[in-house]
């Protein structure tokens, strides 16, 4: 039996992620009054409370800030996939996605790996973002400028 | 006096009366019914009638969150108090109400107020504690467990903490479990149990998580003049701290470092303490990182020495800095933190029999929620 896992709700606030995720392009909001990302996606800026914002494309790189490992699983959906992790990437840019990691083993990955962005279509509607390991990309301040 | 205009609250309110329920599995107790049944008992304890009280405070069952629970407490004490609230800091909750308790007390608009939690997720609904939903849920992220496992991976990498010293909050606190005939989980587990246990979020393992638990527990909060001519000593409310973060963890700039430090910082002040006049701590340990973090965010050993500070026995019983002497959450009972009040309530009271921190005058108590998401300390002494 093929049990499908839960999907993310597809709002007006976040639309416009998913669009960018399904045409394997990464874009956040970024604030139009202060510069800063905007992520999770919301109406404010969370920062300085400004409500314009434009979805700017991102680099796709970024570093593991943390990762778990599920032994456990929680839905049914993910009963098979057991072991499977589960990661926090910071972008270069700042902003920070729960992810999976892809590419390699779940005891390869480490705080601090660099990681880039892989998009996996799940639905028509819905392409999951995961990270995958690279050789060391540019510094980090390298990549912004 | 010791009242200052900074610290209006300062020594002159008294936690009078701690009761609780059993805890386990209790089945044909709604969660109601345990509010009530460890208000009467905390009352009972305080040798005071439910006609004495105006103001009714809860915290919402984390099982079933709802409008006007307190109104429905408050139904079912058969009582039309004066104050009823209930606050929402998840597990830091507790504190917030015996703040709000104060506040109102030093308003006039009440005099004996009680705080209560119960809540029947063994027997009831345990989907809040699976919960799924969010986008997150799409990458497998669900569930209490993976936030605290992701914060426990974070730490390890800034600050070498060993498994070991995870294990030796387990330790300690099935230890003093063995010793409180009301604990869940009475027997005590070793450094192979704990390495034996399976992950359930890698790196947290079965025993690095707090149990799900049916129970109530309560306090009664009154004035210090009020607490004159009660049953028991009163312990006194020395210092009282709150600090959310209030952030999802993808927005929370520092995973290491919790709303503990500025909480207790405020609690300490407040009560005019430093972490070397405590006697025993009542620490929230829902996960075994939690008391970790808790214990360097209040100074009593620096950021990233809180893996070897709870190693050797130094939190144990007997030892310099007894944590969580009832069995914590992850022993005694996984409610979310109203039975730490009540036990440091005992110890002050030299009432705790087997687990007693001997001449116990001052005792400190954490309670969080969320993922580290709220916090709230409350420093209590025997003394005024």
């Not at chain 1, 839960?6 to 976040?14: A, C, G, H, R, S």
């Not at chain 2, 009542?282 to 939690?290: E, G, K, P, S």
Request: glycine residues 10%; charged residues 20%.
């Amino acid at each position: 039996m093929n049990i499908e896992r839960p999907l993310p709700e597809i709002t007006d606030q976040n639309r416009s992620f998913w669009e960018s995720a399904r045409a394997g392009r990464l874009k956040l909001q970024r604030c139009r009054d202060c510069g800063r990302w905007r992520y999770p996606p919301a109406h404010h800026c969370y920062w300085c409370l400004s409500e314009e914002a434009d979805w700017e494309p991102v680099s796709g790189r970024g570093t593991v800030y943390s990762f778990v490992v599920f032994h456990q699983a929680f839905h049914p959906a993910f009963k098979d996939r057991l072991p499977y992790n589960v990661a926090v990437v910071e972008l270069v840019e700042g902003p920070r996605l729960v992810t999976n990691i892809v590419g390699c083993r779940n005891d390869e990955i480490y705080v601090g790996m660099p990681v880039e962005a892989v998009y996996e279509p799940l639905t028509e509607e819905v392409t999951l973002v995961k990270f995958r390991p690279v050789e060391v990309w540019e510094r980090a301040d390298a990549v912004v400028d | 006096m010791p009242t200052t205009a900074k610290w209006p609250f300062r020594r002159r309110y008294c936690i009078v009366g701690v009761g609780n329920t059993p805890y386990g599995k209790l089945p044909g107790w709604s969660h109601v019914a345990l509010n009530v049944e460890a208000i009467r008992r905390a009352l009972d304890d305080a040798g005071l009638t439910k006609n004495q009280v105006d103001g009714v405070l809860t915290k919402a069952p984390t099982s079933d969150f709802q409008m006007l629970y307190s109104a429905r407490v408050s139904q079912a004490l058969g009582l039309s108090p004066k104050v009823t609230a209930t606050i929402d800091q998840a597990g830091a909750s507790n504190i917030g109400l015996i703040w709000y308790a104060m506040s109102v007390i030093e308003a006039g608009m009440a005099e004996v107020v009680v705080c209560s939690y119960g809540d029947n997720p063994l027997t009831g609904s345990r989907a809040a504690y699976r919960r799924i939903g969010g986008d997150e849920a799409a990458y497998g992220l669900m569930g209490a467990p993976a936030g605290y496992a992701l914060i426990t991976r974070r730490y390890m990498a800034e600050f070498g903490l060993k498994p070991e010293q995870l294990a030796a909050v387990a330790i300690a606190c099935r230890k003093h479990a063995a010793l409180n005939p009301n604990a869940q989980f009475r027997e005590p587990i070793t450094i192979e149990d704990y390495f034996n246990s399976r992950f359930v979020v890698e790196p947290l393992r079965l025993y690095d998580c707090c149990p799900i638990t049916d129970g109530g527990a309560a306090v009664v909060v009154t004035s210090e003049e009020r607490a004159r001519d009660l049953k028991k000593p009163p312990v006194y409310i020395l210092g009282v701290g709150q600090s959310h973060p209030a952030k999802d963890l993808v927005l929370r700039e520092d995973w290491t470092t919790s709303g503990a430090r500025e909480s207790g910082r405020i609690a300490f002040e407040m009560a005019g303490i430093t972490p070397k006049d405590v006697d025993v701590v009542q620490l929230y340990d829902c996960f075994t990182i939690v008391p970790i973090i808790t214990l360097e965010d209040y100074g009593f050993c620096q950021k990233g020495e809180g893996g070897a500070f709870v190693e050797g026995g130094r939190i144990e019983l007997g030892g310099e800095l007894p944590m969580n002497t009832s069995g914590g959450l992850l022993a005694e009972t996984g409610m979310p933190g109203m039975q730490l009040i009540v036990e440091a309530v005992r110890q002050l009271r030299g009432e705790a029999g087997p687990r007693q921190v001997p001449d116990a005058k001052i005792a400190v108590v954490s309670n969080q929620g969320g993922i580290m998401t709220t916090h709230a300390t409350l420093v209590l002494g025997r003394e005024r």
